[in-house]
């Protein structure tokens, strides 16, 4: 049931879109505002905070620390899953001694990990050259959330909002939960925040819950 890239290229080509990221202040986005979206997105470890329930696309690297995939799925029906990282990939990474999210760079675990997930849910693996790109973007592994708009705004949706994406400043994610920050270890926060912010001044992306200055 693993999908091709046409396939996902064509669910996003020239539709509206919103990214639903963990951060406290997505609860600032009502149900009405999201039914109006063609596509809804939700990242990780996700959980519903309004009476809108859709769950079009299932954005994850669907590794160890994401819980409850299953019942996720039996329970919100998403269209397919969207896996972050390439199935059968080694990254080899010049770190040059930095410390860097993914470090190990084999990403084949995740397959190993899900594989009783991948043989009955439709789900999409991204291209080397695409996961490649993305960490050009950044200059190391984006986080999910990141990762997420990187992936899908080169499929060309009419429109692209995101909601919940506070670059881990409040120190919290999954809406209320302690965020530590070794858990962001080798991830590159200011220059998410820094690419992110250029996307909305070109008026690429609009964030929903972002302040005056960067709506």
Not at 45 to 71: L, P, Q
Not at 150 to 166: C, N
Not at 185 to 209: M, Q
């Amino acid at each position: 049931m693993r999908l091709n890239e046409d396939f996902v290229a064509d669910f996003f080509n020239n539709k509206s879109v919103v990214i639903l990221g963990s951060a406290p202040c997505v609860l600032n986005v009502s149900a009405e505002e999201l039914e109006q979206f063609d596509v809804i997105v939700r990242v990780n470890n996700y959980a519903h905070f309004n009476a809108c329930r859709r769950v079009d696309v299932y954005y994850s690297f669907f590794g160890r620390s994401i819980k409850g995939i299953e019942e996720k799925i039996s329970r919100d029906n998403p269209k397919f899953l969207f896996f972050k990282y390439p199935f059968d990939f080694v990254f080899n990474k010049h770190t040059k001694g930095r410390e860097i999210a993914g470090k190990s760079g084999d990403f084949r675990y995740v397959q190993r990990l899900r594989k009783d997930v991948l043989q009955h849910t439709k789900h999409f693996a991204q291209t080397p050259a695409n996961f490649i790109s993305s960490f050009c973007a950044i200059g190391s592994i984006p986080t999910t959330g990141v990762s997420a708009i990187l992936d899908i705004i080169r499929y060309q949706p009419s429109e692209l909002a995101i909601a919940g994406f506070d670059f881990f400043k409040s120190k919290k994610h999954n809406i209320n939960e302690v965020w530590h920050p070794k858990d962001g270890n080798g991830h590159d926060f200011e220059t998410e925040e820094t690419v992110v912010l250029d996307l909305i001044a070109n008026k690429l992306v609009k964030n929903l819950t972002g302040d005056k200055n960067n709506a």
